[in-house]
């Protein structure tokens, strides 16, 4: 029984561990989320961007095609 509280306690710890290091370095985190944030949204930026060229090639397709 002593081995299973001791695995407990150990477990208790390292959670305890990771989150204080949290606490104290929150603005890590924060710069990560941050940037995630701005990845994503350049992604988002560009994607929409590409729409708009394919639509602009199909657009001069068509009106290529006419003449």
Do not use: C, P, Q, S
């Amino acid at each position: 029984m002593d081995v299973v509280l001791g695995v407990f306690a150990f477990v208790g710890h390292a959670i305890e561990a990771v989150l204080n290091y949290v606490e104290t370095h929150h603005w890590i985190f924060g710069l990560l989320a941050g940037g995630y944030i701005f990845y994503l949204h350049d992604r988002a930026i560009h994607a929409r961007f590409d729409a708009i060229d394919k639509r602009l090639d199909e657009i001069r397709k068509r009106l290529a095609a006419e003449y």
